[in-house]
Antibody, heavy 123, light 108 residues
Framework: EVQLVESGGVVVQPGGSLRLSCAASGFTFGDFSMSWVRRPPGKGLEWVSLITWNGGSTKYADSVNGRFTISRDNSKNSLYLQMNSLRIDDTAFYFC????????????????WGQGTLVTVSS | SYVLTQPPSVSVAPGTTARITCGGINIGSKAVHWYQQRPGQAPVLVIYDDSDRPSGILERFSGSNSGNTATLTISRVEVGDEADYYC???????????FGGGTKLTVL
């Protein structure tokens, strides 16, 4: 059974930093691109970042580019999101999501999601 | 950036058909995916590549895509179908994944 479990969400002050983790199991983690998607309170889903199977390519939404860094450790079946210079509008539930197909393609849907971890940016 | 437009809300009676639209310039040329998110739960893929259903998703869920509009159709709607629904595509120019704003389905 595929499982994705996020952790690391806390309350942090504006300008602060935070590192989210996603522990994966039930599939060959190192074969698939992975993404972070967030949902601010009362708003819709927003794709945040993607990393290919070997970490060779990363993509970021314009809203986080230059502040967030996605990474992975395939030996630990883990995905990470380093979040710096946090702003109030970064407050959201953050989900990790798996691409459906192992061949890297932008057209892949997300077939499994974690339950999410809440990041609150507040003074 | 590529914009996907969904109606904020759709309301239907139980047993009827719900249609949720997703508008975008020439969206018919893109692969559209649909997700269901119930309150407090993770999103679930219900339709991928315009009209394919993942294993375990009921036949009551179907999809179509043509021109500037993609549509998720839920037949014989049940109270348990109440959720937020999101369409999603890949914007090739930016190489970004893009979500629609989401539609809240209410079953009256």
């Amino acid at each position: 059974e595929v499982q994705l479990v996020e952790s690391g969400g806390v309350v942090v002050q504006p300008g602060g930093s935070l590192r989210l983790s996603c522990a994966a199991s039930g599939f060959t983690f190192g074969d698939f691109s992975m993404s972070w998607v967030r949902r601010p309170p009362g708003k819709g889903l927003e794709w945040v970042s993607l990393i290919t199977w070997n970490g060779g390519s990363t993509k970021y939404a314009d809203s986080v580019n230059g502040r967030f860094t996605i990474s992975r450790d395939n030996s630990k079946n883990s995905l990470y999101l380093q979040m710096n210079s946090l702003r109030i509008d970064d407050t959201a539930f953050y989900f990790c999501a798996k691409d459906q197909i192992s061949a890297p393609s932008g057209t892949n849907p997300f077939d499994y999601w974690g339950q999410g971890t809440l990041v609150t940016v507040s003074s | 950036s590529y914009v996907l437009t969904q109606p904020p809300s759709v309301s239907v009676a139980p047993g009827t058909t719900a249609r949720i639209t997703c508008g975008g310039i020439n969206i018919g040329s893109k692969a559209v995916h649909w997700y269901q998110q119930r309150p407090g739960q993770a999103p679930v893929l219900v339709i991928y590549d315009d009209s394919d259903r993942p294993s375990g998703i009921l036949e009551r869920f179907s999809g179509s895509n043509s021109g500037n509009t993609a549509t998720l159709t839920i037949s014989r709607v049940e109270v348990g179908d109440e959720a937020d629904y999101y369409c999603q595509v890949w914007h090739s120019t930016s190489d970004h994944r893009v979500f629609g704003g989401g539609t809240k389905l209410t079953v009256l």
